[in-house]
Nanobody, 116 residues
Framework: QVQLVESGGGLVQPGGSLRLSCAASGLTFSNYAMRWYRQAPGKERELVAS????????NYPDSVKGRFTISRDNAKNTVYLQMNSLKPEDTAVYYCNAGRGLLRLWGQGTQVTVSS
């Protein structure tokens, strides 16, 4: 059974940091590009980071560039999202996504709340 399980969310003050993890099982992890998305209440789901299957290229939208870093450990079947200098507008449910060709797999999400 394929599973993506996110962890590491929580409540953090503005300017703080969090590291999200997504552990994959039931798939050949190193064959999949990995992405992090987020969705805030009343808004569409937004891509915030992507990384190639080999981990050699990462991309970010301008909204998080310089603050978020995606990485992966193919030996541990895990992808990470390091989030620094967090802002209230980063508050959302964060989802892990695995992609290969037309196949897309999703985790259940983890809540990140940035508030004082």
């Amino acid at each position: 059974q394929v599973q993506l399980v996110e962890s590491g969310g929580g409540l953090v003050q503005p300017g703080g940091s969090l590291r999200l993890s997504c552990a994959a099982s039931g798939l050949t992890f190193s064959n999949y590009a990995m992405r992090w998305y987020r969705q805030a209440p009343g808004k569409e789901r937004e891509l915030v980071a992507s990384i190639t299957s080999a981990g050699d290229t990462a991309n970010y939208p301008d909204s998080v560039k310089g603050r978020f870093t995606i990485s992966r450990d193919n030996a541990k079947n895990t992808v990470y999202l390091q989030m620094n200098s967090l802002k209230p507008e980063d508050t959302a449910v964060y989802y892990c996504n695995a992609g290969r060709g037309l196949l897309r797999l999703w985790g259940q999400g983890t809540q990140v709340t940035v508030s004082s």
